[in-house]
């Protein structure tokens, strides 16, 4: 059994999560946010999205993946 193979048994095979990211937050706390594949959307789990549904962590993962995914 290779390494990878040892993780994956160890750990249920639950390593990471795809499409989702670690942001940190402006007061040192840090949150996920994550993409839905199916409704197209992110969410994150600030107070901000809880209550306004968009927030800055959203905004600059985003506009991040705009910057470095852009046709040059």
């Known amino acids: 059994m290779n390494l990878l193979e040892a993780i994956i ?3 249920d ?3 990471i999560e795809d499409n989702q990211w670690t942001v940190d937050g402006s007061n040192g706390k840090r ?3 994550e993409w839905d594949k199916y409704n197209k959307k ?4 600030c107070k901000g999205y809880i209550y306004r549904k968009k927030c800055r962590h959203i ?3 985003s506009e991040s993946f705009r910057r470095h995914y852009a046709v040059r």
């Not at 992110?42 to 789990?45: A, E, G, L, R």
Request: glycine share 6%; proline share 0%.
């Open 59 to 61: 905004t600059e993962l």
């Open 9 to 11: 048994d160890k750990f």
């Open 31 to 33: 949150y996920i946010v």
């Open 13 to 15: 095979g639950v390593i």
């Open 42 to 45: 992110y969410s994150c789990q």
